[in-house]
């Protein structure tokens, strides 16, 4: 059984590009969270898909959206990079949107300059 | 809205020693979950143990144990025979069982560090 995994681990982006991060779920898990962790922060929710559909939303602005696939898999992309949103990214599985239990990846650090 | 608070931003334990993590919360819903996650340099968010808030019992997880206060609305881990493994962030973490997403809300972490 695999864990979840994330792509990249790293990355810099310039202020004003765009930047899509990737998310391989837990084999047979079909709901996907996405987290934002600034520096010294706890992470804070983005959104939630559940079989490819958005079924709940953090308080990110519409530039902060999101894709999630048949095999659930899924996508974060970030239009218009601020330096705000320099941050870790995380991504988490769950079996169900109803099963608590989140099994976390190991994130992917973004840089804006 | 539910918030949730850690005000030990660090703690520092002796190997082998007892240490004792606090979280407190607010929430006007009765049928929730809290945690507690670890996330060490790896940056991988680690479940270290969960309690259902309609049981009345203290979830345990081998040295790991809670203090699950409902009234209060306190939530304490308790680390049990320390070990450097132990050394990591802790983040205590809420999450309401009726809403539409199993969404997490993390407090700002507590930072342990085991001396050895």
């Known amino acids: 059984e695999t864990g979840v995994t994330q792509s990249p681990t790293h990355l810099i982006k310039t202020r004003g590009q765009q930047v899509t991060l990737r998310c391989s779920s837990q084999?047979?898990?079909?709901?996907v969270s996405w987290y934002q962790q600034a520096l010294g922060q706890g992470p804070q929710f983005i959104f939630q898909y559940y079989r490819e559909e958005e079924n709940g939303r953090g308080n990110f602005p519409p530039r902060f959206s999101g894709l999630q696939f048949p095999n659930y898999s899924s996508e974060l992309n970030v239009n218009a990079l601020e330096l705000d949103d320099s941050a870790l990214y995380l991504c988490?599985?769950?079996?169900?949107?109803?099963?608590?239990?989140?099994?976390f990846g190991q994130g992917t650090r973004l840089t804006v300059v | 809205a539910q918030t949730v608070t850690q005000s030990q931003p660090e703690m520092s334990v002796q190997e082998a020693e007892t240490v004792t993590l606090s979280c407190t919360y607010d929430t006007s819903e009765s049928d929730y979950y809290l945690f507690w996650y670890k996330q060490p340099p790896s940056r991988q968010m680690i479940l270290v143990i969960r309690q259902e808030a309609y049981k009345q019992q203290n979830a345990t997880e081998n040295r790991f144990s809670v203090n699950f206060q409902k009234a209060a609305k306190s939530f304490s881990l308790k680390i049990s025979d320390s070990q450097l493994g132990d050394a990591a962030m802790y983040f205590c973490?809420?999450?309401?069982?009726?809403?539409?997403?199993?969404?997490?809300?993390f407090g700002t972490g507590t930072l342990l560090a085991v001396q050895p």
């Open positions: 084999s047979g898990h079909n709901t």
């Open positions: 988490a599985s769950s079996l169900a949107v109803k099963n608590t239990e989140a099994f």
């Open positions: 973490a809420y999450s309401f069982y009726g809403g539409a997403t199993n969404k997490l809300i």
